[in-house]
């Protein structure tokens, strides 16, 4: 059985020298390694590689050029496998990198001194899975609940907000809550404001509150 054939781009010599060694003892072909983004889009064109491991920051800036190689290659050889390192999270650019479909991964570099473990990851995405790090996902979890615009709400408003959400007037909430209609309508202006929803001629609040509650579901 042939061997994943992978490229190597990082431009610390001694982890990119590393990564290799460790790649080439675990059964994987390294067919080439450089330490820039241009010439690993290069060598891509010429080795046709299975994988690429790629560093999110290369020279000469030390930005986005990882980033970019990874655009660029996920464009024009979509069935190469994309496995980025990053010294850090960084959320945009992993999700973006991640929503360009299967065959991709994005891990922090301290996930390599665990081997088996990274050695997995690997085989995964050259297996044609993906991967993403645990450090990425709760990051997300905790920008999500930072940005929830319904964190303003009381849980009562909340639950007058869930039955807006469903269509309800006032005298249905109010029917289903056990409460009265003026009690409803209190909540019902109090949602609007902490929401920030101002009256205006074009839009309807209660259906643009409603589509806040179902974006944030």
């Not at 190689?69 to 010294?87: M, N, T, Y």
């Not at 994005?106 to 665990?114: E, F, I, M, N, Q």
């Not at 990051?139 to 408003?157: F, G, I, K, S, Y």
């Amino acid at each position: 059985m042939a061997r994943a054939r992978v490229v190597v781009a990082e431009d610390d010599l001694l982890l990119r020298e590393g990564l290799a060694s460790l790649l080439e003892r675990s059964g994987f072909e390294v067919s080439g390694q450089t330490d820039n983004g241009e010439e690993l889009v290069e060598l891509v064109r010429r080795e046709r590689p299975d994988l690429v491991l790629v560093d999110i920051r290369m020279p000469p800036t030390h930005t986005t050029e990882g980033i970019e190689a990874a655009r660029a290659i996920r464009s024009e050889f979509p069935q190469v496998g994309i496995l980025v390192l990053s010294a850090h999270v960084e959320v945009a650019d992993a999700m973006e990198l991640l929503a360009s479909g299967q065959r991709i991964g994005y891990l922090l570099k301290s996930r390599v001194t665990d081997v088996d473990a990274f050695l997995e990851n690997v085989e995964r995405i050259a297996a044609g899975g993906s991967v993403v790090d645990p450090a990425l996902v709760q990051e997300l979890v905790t920008a999500q609940r930072a940005e929830d615009p319904l964190d303003v709400l009381t849980p009562r408003e909340r639950e007058v907000l869930s039955l807006m959400a469903e269509g309800r007037s006032n005298a249905g909430i109010a029917k289903r809550l056990w409460v009265t209609e003026g009690t409803v309508e209190k909540h019902v202006h109090s949602i609007l404001t902490k929401l920030r929803l101002p009256e205006t001629g074009d839009d309807h609040r209660r259906v643009l509150a409603a589509i806040a509650y179902l974006d944030s579901s």
